[in-house]
Nanobody, 121 residues
Framework: QVRLVETGGGLVQPGGSLRLSCAASGTRNIFSFWPMAWYRQAPGKQRELVAEVSSTGDSEYVDSVKGRFTISRDNAKNTVTLQMNSLKPEDTAVYYC?????????????WGQGTQVTVSS
């Protein structure tokens, strides 16, 4: 059974930095073939994909985070990392990692517990 665990969130002042990590388990050695992404969901808003990394390490970002966020992966460790710099209050959200498209289960898409990022002075 696949499990995704996100860590690294917290409270940070505007302009600060955070580094989020995601550990995947139960992937049966196919993690390296998955495009992976970080998604976020702010209060009252739909979940959105903010950064994606291909199986070969190519990355893409939504315009709102370009130049500030960096996504990377370590296929040997089944981990995905999101380095977030120059954080803004509008980056406040619960951040999740998942494959692209998200992992499906009998009850719909599977999501980990996420990690809360709050940007506030």
């Amino acid at each position: 059974q696949v499990r995704l665990v996100e860590t690294g969130g917290g409270l940070v002042q505007p302009g600060g930095s955070l580094r989020l990590s995601c550990a995947a388990s139960g992937t049966r050695n196919i993690f390296s073939f998955w495009p992976m992404a970080w998604y976020r969901q702010a209060p009252g808003k739909q979940r959105e994909l903010v950064a994606e990394v291909s199986s070969t390490g190519d990355s893409e970002y939504v315009d709102s985070v370009k130049g500030r966020f960096t996504i990377s992966r370590d296929n040997a460790k089944n981990t995905v990392t999101l380095q977030m710099n120059s954080l803004k209050p509008e980056d406040t959200a619960v951040y999740y990692c998942n494959k692209v498209p998200p992992i499906s289960s009998e009850t719909g898409a599977y999501w980990g517990q996420g990690t809360q990022v709050t940007v506030s002075s």
